[in-house]
């Protein structure tokens, strides 16, 4: 069955420091994955999609079919980036169902 | 654009109850899909609509039903409302395919 799966609940950081949140998913398939973002009292938005390979807000990932994960990176912390963070994936076929994972939680301390 | 809206933000049902809650997409989009959000079971996918027709389906009991007006605008339905769908429910909608999905605030409902 396909998952996706964040091993860690919670990262703590310092202001600063680099991060790196893990995702690992299992899919048959050619899966399409991103990372969404939940900031304190704002909605669900995305971060980032692994097809446009692109960085945003400093944040990359990259797909890794290898080992199956897609984590998240951040050579510089910042305070403002404590927020849970939820990696998904998307099945290949013309639906948009996205499984996603029990979520990270990054607190960027001063 | 707005976003998404849904409606209501809160609710409070009793067991037994049935519940309907809305979803307006943003302005444009086709596309309409719901989730589940609990502590437990983390984010998981109910359905997606597409111009009045379900796409796909999550692995929900019967009880969980929606559909999709020709306006877009999306409602789903839970009968025989138990404990455990207390839940906060989310919409996004999307243009099309292969486009961004926007996420709604959502709908938190508690069923005592």
């Known amino acids: 069955a396909q998952r996706v799966t964040q091993p860690e609940k919670l990262l703590s950081v310092f202001k600063g420091a680099p991060v790196e949140l893990k995702c690992n998913y299992s899919y048959s398939g050619s899966p399409e994955l991103f990372w969404y973002v939940q900031y304190s009292r704002q909605r669900l938005q995305l971060l980032l999609r692994?097809?446009s390979r692109e960085s945003i807000k400093g944040f990359t990932a990259d797909l890794n079919k290898g080992e199956t994960s897609f984590h998240l990176k951040k050579p510089f912390a910042q305070e403002e980036d404590s927020a849970m963070y939820y990696c998904?994936?998307?099945?290949?076929?013309?639906?948009?169902?996205?499984?996603f994972g029990s979520g990270t939680r990054l607190l960027v301390r001063p | 654009k707005a976003g998404v809206t849904q409606t209501p933000r809160y609710l409070i049902k009793t067991r037994g109850q049935q519940v309907t809650l809305s979803c307006s997409p943003i302005s444009g989009h086709r596309s309409v899909s719901w989730y589940q959000q609990t502590p437990g079971q983390g984010l998981q996918f109910l359905f997606e609509?597409?111009?009045?027709?379900?796409?796909n389906k999550g692995n929900f009991p019967g009880r969980f039903s929606g559909r999709q007006f020709s306006n877009s605008r999306s409602e789903m339905n839970v009968s025989t409302l138990e404990l455990g769908d207390s839940a906060l429910y989310l919409c996004?909608?999307?243009?099309?395919?292969?486009?961004?999905?926007?996420f709604g605030p959502g709908t938190r409902l508690t069923v005592t």
């Open positions: 996004a909608s999307r243009q099309g395919a292969n486009y961004e999905q926007y």
């Open positions: 609509y597409f111009s009045e027709t379900q796409r």
């Open positions: 998904a994936l998307r099945e290949a076929d013309s639906s948009y169902k996205l499984i």
């Open positions: 692994h097809i």
